[in-house]
């Protein structure tokens, strides 16, 4: 079991910047591909990025590449999301995932296995 826990949501202007963090707990955390995604109000969750267990493997969504960066950090148990030049479009709940490493890197919500409950971005116009 993997527990995650997602953090740096708030409230910011369009055009400003965000790093949310994504704490792991539970098993060997370097064993799982980590993703991050995002559901804005009655739409459906949508991938955002995904990064392999050893960070040489990344894939974003296409309309994001430029502005939105996942690392990871295996020595603290984290993954990261460094959110650039915000739009008000950017508003959502984001989340962390994670599904084991010898699967193919997701950017299906199905692919995962593990979910944190969210934090809560919202770009101001």
């Given amino acids: 079991q993997v527990q995650l ?3 740096g949501g708030g409230l910011v202007q369009a055009g400003d910047s965000l790093r949310l963090s994504c704490a792991t707990s539970g098993r060997t955390f370097s064993k799982y591909a980590m993703g991050w995604f995002r559901q804005a109000p009655g739409k459906e969750r949508e991938f955002v990025a995904a990064i392999n267990w050893s960070g040489g493997m990344i894939h974003y969504l296409d309309s994001l590449k430029g502005r ?4 990871r950090e295996n020595a603290k148990n ?5 959110m650039n ?4 479009e950017d508003t959502a709940v ?3 995932a ?4 010898a699967r193919p890197l997701g950017t299906r919500k199905y ?3 593990y979910w944190g409950q969210g934090t ?3 770009v101001s116009s």
């Fill in 111 to 113: 692919a995962y296995d």
């Fill in 120 to 122: 809560q971005v919202t």
């Fill in 85 to 88: 030049s915000l739009k008000p």
């Fill in 68 to 71: 939105f960066t996942i690392s």
């Fill in 78 to 82: 984290t993954v990261n999301l460094q």
């Fill in 5 to 7: 826990v997602e953090s």
């Fill in 98 to 101: 994670a599904h084991g490493h």
């Fill in 94 to 96: 984001y989340y962390c």
